[in-house]
């Protein structure tokens, strides 16, 4: 199996009600790249946020008690926190330059998933109300326009348990099921496998994440091509949330 990324350049800087799936299209025919059955979209969510209009202005915010305590603690601007802390079920845990909590998504992050970068001074963007609903839309105005069949991912760079560095990661997706589970297929050596679930979404956004990279790069949106198992997996119901451990089960809190 050969996979192939390609960076969409040439989408210019997002603007509240601008139609995602028009850009991605003008730019691809600029560059005279084709859509095709199978094809699989990554598009980070800073650009799902401006889109939507869905961007906070942090001199709006009045800090509460909680977020000045922490802000103390943190050394974060305690307008930020107060932002976390509104878009959190639950702050976890809190560290010397870190805040991990529980998103109103369920996703267990940093700073709840907000970020200050690739965003104008004072502003920030949080992870997207609905991002599969958001993947969804994208979805179904690329597949009117060119009738093939995609997958749509919205993807996050976040940080992962007990390991350093972060990765892009998947907060939406549409059309595919973000959870391969191959229980019952057999390994090189023939023994069946039991237990064997692979996040292939969470996959396709670290790959993704290499092109668009986390400072100037201008890529927000990366097509992979030749993923064999998009139809294997083909789900026009699925939604992120597969990815989410439940609670009962998550031994790292």
């Known amino acids: 199996m050969e996979i192939k990324l390609v960076g969409i350049r040439n989408i210019p800087f997002i603007k509240e009600g601008d139609n995602i ?58 307008r930020l926190v107060e932002a976390i802390i509104q878009k959190s079920n639950e702050i976890i845990k809190v560290g010397p330059d870190f805040i991990i909590s529980e998103t109103k998504h369920g996703f267990i992050c940093a700073n709840a998933g ?31 326009a060119t009738s093939k069949e995609i997958v749509v991912i919205i993807s996050d760079t976040q940080g992962r348990t007990f390991r350093e560095g972060a990765i892009g990661t998947t907060v939406g997706i549409s059309g595919m099921t973000p959870l391969w589970d191959r229980k019952g297929e057999k390994d090189l050596y023939g023994r069946e496998l039991q237990t064997t679930s692979i996040a292939v979404a969470d996959e396709l956004a670290g790959a993704a994440s290499i092109l668009m990279g986390q400072a100037d790069e201008g890529i927000p949106v990366v097509l992979i091509k030749g993923v064999e198992y998009t139809q294997k997996l083909k789900d026009d119901k699925a939604t992120s949330r597969a990815l989410i451990r439940p609670k009962k089960y998550d031994v790292f809190r």
Do not use: C, H, W, Y
């Open 21 to 78: 799936a028009d850009l991605i299209l003008n730019a691809m025919n600029e560059d005279q790249i084709k859509i095709e059955d199978g094809d699989i979209f990554v598009i980070a969510e800073t650009v799902i946020a401006k889109s939507e209009g869905n961007i906070i202005d942090l001199d709006s915010i009045q800090p509460s008690l909680e977020a000045e305590k922490i802000s103390e603690k943190t050394g974060k601007d305690s």
């Open 114 to 144: 907000i970020d200050e970068s690739n965003v104008d001074n004072g502003m920030a963007t949080p992870i997207p109300d609905d991002p599969d609903k958001s993947a969804a839309l994208i979805r179904k105005n690329l597949e009117k």
